[in-house]
């Protein structure tokens, strides 16, 4: 591949000086003749250019007869196309089946899913143990099999190159929206700059009666913006070599599970319990804006006494339900901490069920009062010390707060750092805004709402 490299650029230049030397003025005079000396030249050059082109040509023979030579050997070659004989009149293309000889992953997958997620999992693994731990085969593999490498400073990972293959990128993207509630409940925005103004409808227009002979009231829809400014978070880890010589479909599995989950986890901290200050990178989240004594109107007090989950009641949720605007119900959710949801809602929906021991047996699922019911984490989980506390949020979440990305995942690698412990750092990275910007005021309930626990 380098010796290959090195025939292309060395023809560019020789092409790249033929065009000089056909541009050079010629002797003084109005003749247009080429001297001898650039005449001589270009023979030169023009001899030279077909040498190389048929170096190029015979490497370019052998790297494809050798990568021919290990797909049998790997049984892993990308699908040929090929046309069929047997009507020349209809050129339809068929496609031969492809058998990956991929080594089984050690356990179940709990990052890669869905068709091949085996072979995903390995093709992101071999980047990694490529170009992270430098093999040479593997670095072989992924050029024969079409496994991009993004590595930047000249592919140095002393240097930090960016190492997250198109398999592994994908798959951490989507943990993020499976395991986070912010990126999936959030409404979603692409960022083209690091600062972005996203409008938000205000009022609307008004229909007012019209008396006869005379004009209509002038009415006006009002708007205004939301500032999205991206900010970076970052996941700093330190690998032992021996694992990432181990098993490459374990090894890229591992990483997608681990990134996403604490990219998820530091994402829904900030939009739901951020209080602003640096531990949430200034992000200010749902549950403690609505609860800052300037959106009251969307926050229902539980009935007196009631200071923790296992004392709600029916009738607390019900009344939160109840506060909810129509506009805001089509999409509306519950969400609630697991401990929540286990001491409240499902204690509830248990007992309604008696004595019927097939609705006990089988579980409530995850609805409540005909909503869905969103488990997140960071939400009050503690069973006592609750009073005046926030117990769970209600509504459409992606008309209360935006979740904007400016750059998806990526991970950088250096294995130099870390040499004398045999451990390679890897440093993820993700630039996004989280805003909670409707809530509701004092006077008027927000998309969500929120039940609180009595004093």
């Known amino acids: 591949m380098d010796k290959l490299k090195k025939l292309l650029d060395e023809l560019a230049a020789v092409v790249a000086e033929m065009e000089a030397t056909t541009e050079a003025p010629a002797a003084e005079g109005d003749a247009p003749a080429m001297s001898e000396e650039q005449e001589s030249s270009l023979r030169s050059l023009e001899t030279r250019a077909a040498q190389l082109r048929e170096q190029i040509e015979l490497l370019q023979r052998i790297e494809a007869k050798q990568a021919e030579l290990r797909a049998v050997i790997e049984r892993a070659a990308p699908a040929k196309v090929v046309e069929k004989t047997e009507a020349p009149e209809v050129k339809e293309p068929t496609v031969e089946k492809r058998q990956f000889a991929v080594p089984r992953a050690t356990g179940k997958l709990k990052g890669f899913a869905g068709v091949n997620a085996e072979e995903r999992a390995y093709r992101a693994g071999m980047h990694l143990k490529g170009f992270v731990l430098g093999d040479a085969e593997a670095r072989r593999w992924c050029v024969d099999h079409g496994v991009e490498s993004r590595a930047q400073a000249g592919g140095i990972n002393s240097l930090g190159g960016v190492l997250v293959s198109d398999e592994l990128s994908s798959e951490i993207i989507r943990l993020v929206e499976e395991f986070g509630v912010v990126p999936s409940e959030f409404r979603r925005v692409t960022m083209n700059t690091d600062s972005m103004l996203v409008a938000r409808r205000l009022t609307g227009l008004a229909a007012r009666p019209i008396g006869e002979n005379a004009a209509p009231a002038t009415s006006d829809a009002t708007f205004d913006n939301v500032n999205l400014v991206a900010k970076l978070w ?12 181990d098993s490459v479909i374990d090894l890229a599995d591992a990483m997608a599970v681990e990134v996403a989950q604490s990219f998820a986890e530091a994402f829904d901290n900030s939009g739901l319990i951020g209080d602003g200050s640096s531990a949430y990178h200034g992000t200010v989240g749902v549950a403690t804006a609505i609860n800052d004594g300037t959106h009251s109107a969307g926050v229902v007090t539980a009935a007196t006494n009631n200071d923790v ?23 509306a959710k519950f969400f609630i901490s697991p401990a929540g949801y286990g001491s409240s809602m499902l204690r509830l929906m248990v007992a309604a069920s008696g004595n019927n021991a097939a609705d006990v047996a089988g579980g409530a699922g995850l609805q409540f009062l005909g909503f869905p019911v969103v488990l997140c984490h960071p939400l009050e989980s503690r069973l006592s010390g609750t009073a005046n506390g926030i117990a769970c949020l209600f509504g459409d979440m992606s008309q209360a707060a935006t979740y904007g990305e400016r750059r998806a995942v990526t991970i950088k690698t250096d294995t130099s750092r870390f040499i004398e412990y045999d451990q390679t750092l890897t440093f993820a990275t993700s630039r996004v805004a989280i805003v909670a910007h409707d809530l509701g005021s004092t006077t008027k309930a927000g998309p969500v709402v929120a039940l609180k626990f009595a004093a």
């Open 309 to 331: 989950f296992a004392d709600l009641t029916l009738s607390d949720f019900t009344s939160l339900v109840a506060r909810l605007p129509v506009y805001a119900r089509r999409n």
């Open 234 to 245: 970052g996941i700093d880890n330190r690998v032992p070599n021996s694992l990432l010589e």
